[in-house]
């Protein structure tokens, strides 16, 4: 069993549509990450959270340390979002991020 | 530079054949990351540097794969005798002090054995 999982792995939404993305992990962290790859490119990081809940524009990250659970949400959906949205952690006793397998996104217009 | 630089973008390399990837990180951050992504998987950790001396090397596959860091800026992966499975997309990634401080992630170097 992988220490990170995310659900769905593959995810196809209409514009404006609200869309949840869920990461649950099996290790002691000391912040969870969510990451965005376009295709063909490299990756870059959205959210790095420890507790409670952070908002950047149309991306709201959760997280939940008791149940080891986070979600990804986007509001109001946009085809510019198709992307693969990644979760990581970084555990306790080292300090490399534990991938999850991520989920591929497609917004269609 | 303005973010993590990977030299090559793009490799092609015949089986057998030694390979140098480069990875510039973002000026002062002490810690780099080496991770290799497969196609549709998520990415594995290959080795992280904290200065010039490798902190974690648990990920590197077998002897074939080193990683070098002689000045605490530049790294260097280098793998001796490719095989096909090799074939990835190598990241590299830095961070100021540790992944707790967010890691930023150069655009990868896309290795194909041949």
């Known amino acids: 069993k992988n220490e990170v999982e995310q659900s769905p792995q593959n995810l196809t939404a209409q514009e404006g549509e609200f869309i949840t993305i869920n990461c649950s992990y099996s290790?002691?962290?000391?912040?969870l990450h969510w990451l965005q790859q376009h295709p063909g490119g490299g990756i870059v990081s959205l959210f790095m959270l420890s507790s409670g809940k952070k908002k950047h524009g149309r991306l709201i990250a959760t997280i939940n340390i008791q149940e080891k659970h986070s979600s990804l949400h986007i509001t109001a959906s946009h085809p510019r979002d198709s992307a693969v949205y990644i979760c990581a952690v970084t555990s306790y006793n080292t300090d490399k991020l534990i991938f999850g397998t991520g989920t591929r996104l497609q917004v269609f217009p | 530079g303005a973010g993590v630089s990977q030299t090559p973008s793009n490799k092609v390399t015949e089986k057998g054949k030694y390979v140098e990837l480069r990875c510039d990180p973002i000026?002062?951050?002490?810690?780099l990351y080496w991770y290799r992504q497969s196609l549709g998987q998520g990415p594995e950790f290959l080795i992280y540097f904290q200065g010039t001396g490798a902190a974690d090397d648990s990920g590197l596959p077998n002897d074939r794969f080193f990683a070098v860091r002689p000045e605490g800026s530049v790294s260097t992966l280098k793998i001796q005798r490719t095989e096909r499975g090799d074939s990835a997309v190598y990241l590299c990634a830095s961070s100021p002090g540790g992944a707790v401080r967010g890691a930023f992630f150069g655009q990868g170097t896309r290795l194909t054995v041949v």
């Open positions: 000026s002062g951050h002490t810690a």
């Open positions: 290790v002691g962290i000391s912040a």
